[in-house]
């Protein structure tokens, strides 16, 4: 068993430390994204190399305590490399050395009874951990910090999201889903970890034992499924600039217009939508409609999705879908693909233009050109 488990993990590094390697050598705009994912391989590399810290030392020693305290720097980088995917504008800040306090407060919590004494005292100190204050502290410390970041990282997500849909048509959104259940894997797997360090401090310590195994395990598995996800997905947002507001954090004198000015620009608005065909740009924004048609983006963004009750993304939709079904309808376009379609009328993917059309017809676009 201790030869399969070296070997596993072995394999798990390797990937691991080949992938990071990779993220810090490929060229890319994103590099701060880059290096925060490969940040994240390296200390979860760093975190399952217990098997090969244990053959180098005859017992508990400094490094390998130092090596279990890092796993509190893994998911303050998963959250940084979130926020780092989502706004185009970010950017490592001084402010962020907060991140780091769990893992100092951890480290300094140990030095008295276990960094600063020898050998025999730190055997002493594992053999009794189940009494050790220190220990106790940095285990549920963990356990807070894991329901903390998710939480956050979560709640980022969906505001992520929602910002995106209120201020851009263009993209696809199964980018979101991707990084969600990114998350959602990494959160299973605390999870886990959570319950094996609880099992490690029962009567019951050789369940904590199994699920390390099985964690070890599956790490090369979930680290090639994240790579190939990040690299299939390699724009996701991006474009969202993290100074835009929701427009529900709108203050109320904001969202509620004068009748004629609404009237007004909702007649500007749909003339310019109908006249000139902005939606056929697959990366029109807010923004873009707002200099052509001089009304500031706070007022038509309130416009959309607050008069309107609608996002940017599915009002900029609506147009694409009813320009998609003039075409379906015309007898002359038989021939035209589905694929030609959606690239014709604004949409830069066939999931995205399938889930829009249903979404808008209750019909596929190939059921409504049979229908019609």
């Known amino acids: 068993m201790d030869n399969l488990l070296n070997i596993v993990t072995g394999i798990s590094m390797f990937i691991s430390f080949f992938l990071a390697f990779f ?16 940040f994240f391989l390296i200390i979860s590399a760093v ?5 090969f810290i244990s053959q180098i030392s005859d017992g508990p020693s400094n490094l390998g305590m130092f090596r279990t305290t890092l796993a509190f720097l893994q998911i303050p980088i998963f959250y940084l490399y979130v926020l780092s995917v989502c706004y185009s504008d970010f950017k490592l800040k001084p402010k962020y050395l907060i991140h780091l306090l769990p893992f100092l407060v951890s480290n300094i919590a140990l030095i008295p009874r276990f960094y600063s004494v020898d050998v025999a005292s730190k055997l ?25 970041y998710f939480t956050a990282v979560f709640l980022l997500l969906r505001k992520a999201k929602k910002l995106y ?3 851009n048509s263009g993209g696809n959104l199964n980018a979101y889903q991707w990084l969600f259940q990114l998350t959602g894997v990494l959160a299973a797997l605390y999870v886990i970890v959570i319950f094996k360090n609880i099992f490690k401090f029962s009567d019951y310590p050789y369940i904590s034992d199994w699920i390390k ?7 090369p598995f979930i680290t090639c499924w994240y790579l ?37 620009d909702l007649l500007k608005l749909k003339k310019y939508m109908t006249d000139e065909k902005p939606f056929l740009n697959p990366d029109l924004k ?14 038509l963004s309130v416009l959309i999705n607050h008069q309107l009750g609608q996002h940017f993304y599915d009002f900029v939709n609506t147009y694409r879908i009813e320009n998609a079904m003039e075409i379906l309808k015309d007898s002359s376009k038989s ?37 019609v």
């Open 165 to 167: 849909l209120e201020n």
């Open 286 to 299: 807010i923004q873009d409609i707002s200099k052509e048609i001089n009304i500031p983006v706070r007022e």
């Open 23 to 38: 993220m810090l050598a490929v060229k890319t705009k994103h590099k701060i994204s880059n290096r925060l994912f490969a």
């Open 47 to 51: 975190d399952i190399s217990e098997p």
């Open 213 to 219: 195994i099985g964690i070890l395990m599956l790490q």
């Open 124 to 148: 002493d100190f594992i053999i009794n951990r189940q009494n050790m204050i220190e220990l106790q502290l940095t285990h549920w410390l963990f356990h807070l910090q894991v329901v903390v």
């Open 335 to 371: 021939k035209v693909t589905i694929l030609e379609i959606l690239y014709e009328v604004g949409f830069n993917s066939k999931s995205s233009f399938n889930t829009a059309f249903k979404k808008q017809t209750g019909n596929t676009p190939t059921a409504y050109r049979k229908a």
């Open 228 to 264: 190939y996800k990040a690299l299939n997905n390699p724009g996701l947002f991006r474009n969202i600039d993290s100074k835009l507001k929701l427009v529900s954090d709108f203050p109320l004198e904001e969202k509620t217009l004068k009748p004629e000015i609404l009237n007004e």
